[in-house]
T-cell receptor, first 115, second 112 residues
Framework: KAGVTQTPRYLIKTRGQQVTLSCSPI?????VSWYQQTPGQGLQFLFE???????NKGNFPGRFSGRQFSNSRSEMNVSTLELGDSALYLC??????????????FGPGTRLTVT | ELKVEQNPLFLSMQEGKNYTIYCNYS?????LYWYRQDPGKSLESLFV?????AVKQEGRLMASLDTKARLSTLHITAAVHDLSATYFC????????????FGTGTRLTIIP
C-alpha cells in the first residue's frame, strides 16, 4: 500500500509570494492533518480535515489555509509568505476507528524556504 | 492548554547501554504516541499507547504509559548505532480533538 505522498518535496519562494502544497493520503484514509516543523518552535499542528470539512485548527494566522477534496487529497496554502514560514510542512493521514481518527501516518514533507 | 515535555533533550550513549526517555504531559489525554525522525526525514510511527499501564515493545525499544502520573517512558535496551535519531512523543485529547501536541524531541546519539 502506498504511503502518504506530498508534492513538491522542496520549494524556494520569495517573501510576499504565496505557495500551495499538496498531500495525497494513504488509500482509504479520510482524515488529513498538517503540521509545521521548525527548529525554534518544533512540531506544531496547523489543521485537520475530514470529509472536506475542517475539524480542528491550530494557532496560526489566517494566511495559512487548507482544503480537502472529495478524494481525500488535501492542499494547504500560505499567502504573503514571511521569512518565518520557512519550515518542513508535514502531512499526515489516518483512518477513522468508530467516531475518531486513529494513528497518524506522516508523509515525507515539503521543505519550504522563504528568501 | 496541553503541554508535553520530554527529557532529556539530548542524549549521547554508548552502544550496549540502557537508557530511558521521559515524556510528561499536562492534562488528561486519551492517546500517546511515540515517533522516530531521522535527519532530513519524516516521522515514523513507533508506538500507540491507549490505556493506563499499556506497554509495547519492538526490538530494543519498549514504551509504557501511566495516565495517572501523566507520564510515558521509552526505554532503550542494549543500544545500537541504528537507533540514533530524534524521538518524539505526542498526545491527543481524543474524540473531536485529535490534533497531536508534540514534545520537544530527544536527540539520541549512539556512540560505537
Amino acid at each position: 500500500k502506498a504511503g502518504v505522498t506530498q508534492t513538491p518535496r522542496y520549494l524556494i519562494k520569495t517573501r510576499g509570494q504565496q505557495v500551495t502544497l499538496s498531500c495525497s493520503p494513504i488509500s482509504g484514509h479520510r482524515s488529513v492533518s498538517w503540521y509545521q516543523q521548525t527548529p525554534g518552535q518544533g512540531l506544531q499542528f496547523l489543521f485537520e480535515y475530514f470529509s472536506e470539512t475542517q475539524r480542528n485548527k491550530g494557532n496560526f494566522p489566517g494566511r495559512f489555509s487548507g482544503r480537502q477534496f472529495s478524494n481525500s487529497r488535501s492542499e494547504m496554502n500560505v499567502s504573503t509568505l514571511e521569512l518565518g514560514d520557512s519550515a518542513l510542512y508535514l502531512c499526515a493521514s489516518s483512518l477513522f476507528r468508530g467516531t475518531s481518527p486513529y494513528e497518524q501516518y506522516f508523509g515525507p514533507g515539503t521543505r519550504l524556504t522563504v528568501t | 492548554e496541553l503541554k508535553v515535555e520530554q527529557n532529556p533533550l539530548f542524549l549521547s550513549m554508548q552502544e550496549g547501554k540502557n537508557y530511558t526517555i521521559y515524556c510528561n504531559y499536562s492534562t488528561t489525554s486519551d492517546r500517546l504516541y511515540w515517533y522516530r525522525q531521522d535527519p532530513g526525514k519524516s516521522l515514523e510511527s513507533l508506538f500507540v499507547l491507549l490505556s493506563n499501564g499499556a506497554v509495547k515493545q519492538e526490538g530494543r525499544l519498549m514504551a509504557s504509559l501511566d495516565t495517572k502520573a501523566r507520564l510515558s517512558t521509552l526505554h532503550i535496551t542494549a543500544a545500537v548505532h541504528d537507533l540514533s535519531a530524534t524521538y518524539f512523543c505526542a498526545v491527543d485529547r481524543g474524540f473531536g480533538n485529535e490534533k497531536l501536541t508534540f514534545g520537544t524531541g530527544t536527540r539520541l546519539t549512539i556512540i560505537p
